[in-house]
């Protein structure tokens, strides 16, 4: 697979979320150039993205508006979809059969893992039968929907690859340079990079977080997890706080970790890994921070208790802090310089399809009305000013 198509293929959503088979005369979000975008398709695929908030960050579902904001990019990610497909389309690109059943093959590997994270390639075409049944699609139709985002992923290949400028070791070196600045509080280099380029020092600044973090100390642990919400009631909570206990006394006697994890541990989405986890240094919660790097590797932690419930952790693995070096790190900043060109360019081109096309959005969002409040408070207020000023 080349550069190209491995970044292109997350954006085209070769995936089993949006539906192929919802009529005409269902309600539509919105139209392009006439063609509707039908809700049925929008729930699917608000609700997928949702789901994953839930699994992932449930954290960021309680920001004000949050839930608004999601569907509003998922909206757009579907007009953006719209567009390309139908572009794909005048421009007549074809997709031979040998190219389809390639990519049906490549998306029937990633159903290879069973439901206990277990590899099983040979149950893979029976778990992607199964979740086409989920989606209410037939073969026929998702290979259809499969090979309209091949024809967008080859009119994206042709349309961009001419326009992104590759990605010379000098660009690498000069980002590394502000990365390294930040690292090391070079005050003098960061106020110049600042004063001249903000975007970048911003930029600078996020990926030497992400590269401390990824480089700080670590510890892969074995997670038991018991939920408490904030509105549970105070017997069912010590419940919780006793079967924590008892877990804790299983594991003691000689229970295996890995059969408790899946006999009582609450995150499902943890169960394909065998609950195991990576913890980095300074991220976790302060409790489970200070149980899981202060016990050896093999060792079981006692019930720890935190604002979002009980947690029981087995330390598998440690690894030291590592030191960031440009040797160590140059091949994935060029991969990240790379894609950031790919994706700018593609904003661009979807950007002039939007510009030329006949978009209607029928969506009504919360957040909009909100967002036209505050720009009429802060247009009152400017005025306000305004006119004080005068009158002096």
Same mark, same amino acid.
């Given at each position: ?52 908030? *839930?699994?992932?960050?449930? *954290? ?23 567009? #390309? ?8 690109? *074809? ?26 390639? =040979? ?69 110049? #990079?600042? =004063? ?48 924590? =206990? *008892? ?30 986890? !990576? #913890? !980095? =240094?300074? $991220? ?19 019930? $720890? ?9 087995? !330390? ?25 060109? !790919? ?15 006949? $978009? ?14 505050? &720009?009429?408070?802060? &247009? ?13």
């Amino acid at each position: 697979m080349n550069k190209m198509t491995k970044f292109i293929l997350p954006v085209i959503g070769l995936c089993l979320a949006i539906t192929a088979q919802a009529k005409v005369m269902e309600s539509s979000v919105a139209t392009v150039n006439g063609q509707p975008i039908l809700a049925t398709d929008y729930d699917q695929m608000y609700d997928a993205v949702i789901e994953q908030y *839930q699994a992932t960050a449930p *954290q960021a579902l309680q920001q004000p508006f949050a839930k608004d904001l999601i569907g509003k990019q998922v909206l757009k990610e579907l007009i953006s979809k719209q567009l #390309l497909s139908q572009a794909a389309k005048e421009a007549k690109v *074809q997709v031979k059969d040998s190219e389809l059943e390639e990519a049906l093959n490549q998306i029937k590997t990633r159903f290879a893992i069973d439901a206990n994270g277990q590899p099983d390639p =040979k149950g893979a075409d029976k778990r992607f039968t199964e979740e086409l049944k989920k989606q209410h699609l037939t073969l026929a139709a998702y290979k259809e929907k499969l090979k309209k985002d091949l024809a967008v992923k080859k009119l994206l290949e042709t349309q961009i690859q001419s326009t992104v400028k590759p990605v010379e070791e000098a660009d690498v070196k000069a980002l590394y340079a502000d990365i390294e600045a930040v690292m090391k509080n070079d005050t003098k280099a960061l106020k110049k #990079l600042e =004063k001249e380029n903000p975007a970048r020092f911003r930029e600078a600044q996020l990926i030497a977080t992400k590269l401390t973090q990824l480089t700080a100390e670590q510890v892969r642990v074995g997670h038991i997890y018991l939920a408490v919400t904030k509105d549970m009631p105070a017997a069912e909570v010590k419940k919780k706080e006793e079967l924590a =206990k *008892q877990i804790k006394k299983e594991l003691d006697g000689g229970a295996d970790f890995s059969a408790e994890v899946k006999k009582y541990t609450e995150d499902k989405t943890a169960l394909a890994s065998g609950g195991d986890m !990576i #913890l !980095i =240094k300074g $991220i976790a919660p302060k409790e489970i921070d200070a149980a899981a790097f202060s016990l050896p590797v093999g060792k079981v932690s006692a019930p $720890i208790k935190t604002e979002l419930g009980w947690h029981i952790l087995k !330390i598998k693995e440690k690894r030291a802090k590592q030191e960031i070096t440009y040797e160590i790190i140059a091949q994935d900043l060029a991969q990240y310089l790379a894609q950031q060109r !790919i994706e700018l360019a593609m904003m661009d081109y979807v950007n002039g399809l939007a510009d030329k096309a006949d $978009i209607k959005v029928t969506k009504k969002f919360d957040v909009d009305a909100e967002i036209e409040k505050a &720009a009429a408070l802060r &247009a009152a207020e400017e005025a306000k000013k305004e006119a004080e000023k005068a009158a002096k």
